[in-house]
């Protein structure tokens, strides 16, 4: 449960949030749910790309960028997802709109595995994929930076690293989970029931994920700092949503800049890992004179990195909160620019173990971001527009530089035979996330803007009353 605890130090009066460690864990067990079922599609989708291909598209040259085009409209929309969730979530709370969310997710994957093939219904299902991806795309525009939210409001001070770090072992678990599956299908199944049906177990699997979500969501309290927030402003469910919009871009943009700035640093990581690297190591390299590996390979040494991650990523969360977020952020940032040329040398040889090394150094860049923005980005904004705030700065930059890294690298690379052009996008995105983090404020073990400090226990409230240090964020 949690309390706002009412305590006095020197008679000066402060508000204490206190949430226990088994409400904390059902908070970050509801929020991470949402975060495996949309990587969990993520990693299906793009893991079965081929036979997404061959069944909704007719065959030809444009079967592929019609693939793409279905990853890529996802992103268009995520940024309309972000504008119309994020303020609701603002004006009605965090667990309604991530309910909504969830749900939808999860349908829109669900749906997809029942769309009829090309070969039965013609021109309807690859418009019906397109309508599925919308679906997602939308829906997951108000889930990411919602999770980040409803994690970050309930977590105490002290430990806010530690806890927003298990969203993102939920986004590498949902990525591994589906890239897993798609890659054993094959290998456990006959070609033609791989080829007519197996491929659409995991799609299926994603409704289920979705109802535990909700239920995990619609069981939990609204955050402690949301539910301080309405006591306040009991007027604040009938506010526009244009209203907050206008003052995030007139009052909030500097924040959202900020929050920009290491989206791109972190997504774009990301992405060039978990999107373009598997086809870059097994075709693009060969157009610039390198040696592709085998599929099944790549696909095995990406799905372990993934893993390993799952187990790394909250020991450095916990790591930030002892020494603070951008030592962390600033050794990923710095990391890709002094190392992303080596990493692609590396993976250009064709050697088994030196594509494992080079793709694990992004791993290991990729994590130091993944443990500290849930942690870092909700710390920007205050209560009133922090929702709203995350989703429409990430999902705005997210779709503008990483969603479409894929699509960028494989035209550069394949249009130039140079294949250096990912490395070039990593110091990119490196300097940017230096630039940024030279005027950000340490979050660490401090309360959130606008919000109560927030502890663990009674006895932690009353020796922060003791010690003077409860004051508002």
Known sequence: MTDTAEAGAGGTPANITVTDDATMKRAVGAAAVGN????????????????????????????????????????????????????????????????????????????????????????????????????????????YAGAMTFIAEYSPDRRRG??????????????????????????????????????????????PLGIVGVYLRVKLEETPAFQTLLSESEEREGQQAGEGIKKLFVKYWPAMLTAGGLVVAWNITNYMLTSYMPTFLEENVTAVGGQAIDTTTSQVIQIVILWIAVFIIPGLGMLSDRIGRKPLLYAGSIGLVVLAVPMLYILQLGSVVLVAVGLAVMGILLVLFSSTCPSTLPALFPTEVRYGGLSISFNIFVSAFAGTTSLIMTALVLGTGWGYWPAMYLIFAGIVGVIVLVKLKDPARKPLLGSNPAVSTPEEARELAASGAAVRG
Do not use: H
């Open 36 to 143: 495996i079922t949309e990587w969990f599609d993520f990693g299906v989708y793009a893991y079965l790309a081929t036979t997404i291909e061959s069944n909704f598209f007719p065959p030809g040259p444009l079967a592929q960028v019609g693939v793409f085009a279905g990853f890529a409209v996802s992103f268009l929309v995520r940024p309309l997802g972000g504008l119309f969730f994020g303020p609701l979530g603002d004006r009605i709370g965090r667990t309604k709109v991530l309910s909504i969310t969830v749900i939808m997710m999860a349908i829109g994957t669900f749906l997809l595995g029942f769309i009829p093939p090309y070969s039965a219904i013609g021109i309807w299902a690859p418009i019906l994929l397109v309508l599925c991806r919308v679906v997602q795309g939308f829906s997951t525009g108000g889930e």
């Open 162 to 207: 530690f806890f927003g770090s298990f969203l993102e072992c939920g986004t590498f678990i949902g990525y591994a989970l589906g890239a897993t599956v798609a890659t054993v299908i094959p290998l456990v199944s006959t070609p033609e029931f791989a080829s007519t049906w197996a491929w659409r177990i995991p799609f299926f699997i994603a409704l």
